[in-house]
């Protein structure tokens, strides 16, 4: 297991249209989580998981946005009827106990989404 | 609410010397964490170096240390030697301590000259 995998790594879409990221984090971390980053920004928050529970989702994460755990493993992020302001870059990151709390110590390298 | 503020737009240093980069941040929480971040060209996030708010000596990790004045919540990132492969977009974070999501800076674009 050499780190955080994300597919695609890019993603040119139609507005209007859905999409759907994968992210495989490092198999024995238990927290998983979504950021989303446009050009010049941080990372913002999207959601988190610990296994396969949700337990966290940011205001940011519309009702066009979904994201699963489905087994406590791979986790998926859904956006329906992608909108120019989608474009961005979406970064999952996991995470173990380092020094006293959970960190995202490992990032994914992300999936650059472009909704044309 | 947290927040993190990078001042620093952009910083230019010198190969070989020492580069430090500021982030102050606010919180009424008592118990939390700061970490940096570095971001090259090709978008990946790499891990540098963490900071627990009651760690009484600063964090050091090879030639990354940070300066952490907790008086005036202040988490400034030290580069020591730099090296034309530290040109990168660094960022500062924090979190809470049972908190899920980290609290992101806008970052600070670091340009070592040879």
């Known amino acids: 297991d050499t780190g955080v995998s994300q597919d695609p790594r890019h993603k040119i879409t139609k507005r209007g249209q859905n999409v759907t990221f994968r992210c495989d984090p490092i198999?024995?971390?238990?927290?998983l989580y979504w950021y989303r980053q446009t050009l010049g920004q941080g990372p913002e928050f999207l959601t988190y998981?610990?296994?396969?529970?949700?337990?966290?989702k940011s205001r940011l994460l519309s009702d066009r946005f979904s994201a699963e755990r489905p087994k406590g493993s791979f986790s998926t992020l859904e956006i329906q009827r992608t909108e120019q302001g989608d474009s961005a870059m979406y970064l999952c990151?996991?995470?173990?106990?380092?020094?006293?709390?959970?960190?995202?110590?490992?990032f994914g390298q992300g999936t650059r989404l472009t909704v044309v | 609410a947290q927040k993190i503020t990078q001042t620093q737009p952009g910083m230019f240093v010198q190969e070989k010397e020492a580069v430090t980069l500021d982030c102050t941040y606010d919180?009424?929480?008592?118990?939390?964490?700061l970490f940096w971040y570095k971001q090259p060209s090709s978008g990946e996030m790499i891990f540098l170096i963490y900071q627990g708010s009651y760690d009484q000596q600063n964090a050091t990790e090879g030639r990354y240390s940070l300066n952490f004045q907790k008086a005036r919540k202040s988490a400034n990132l030290v580069i020591s030697a730099s090296q034309l492969g530290d040109s990168a977009m660094y960022f500062c974070a924090m979190r809470r301590a049972n908190a899920g999501k980290s609290t992101f800076g806008d970052g600070t674009t670091l340009t070592v000259k040879p």
């Open positions: 919180t009424s929480d008592p118990s939390y964490g």
């Open positions: 198999s024995e971390h238990n927290r």
């Open positions: 990151a996991s995470s173990s106990y380092y020094r006293g709390m959970y960190t995202e110590a490992f």
């Open positions: 998981f610990q296994n396969e529970a949700q337990l966290e």
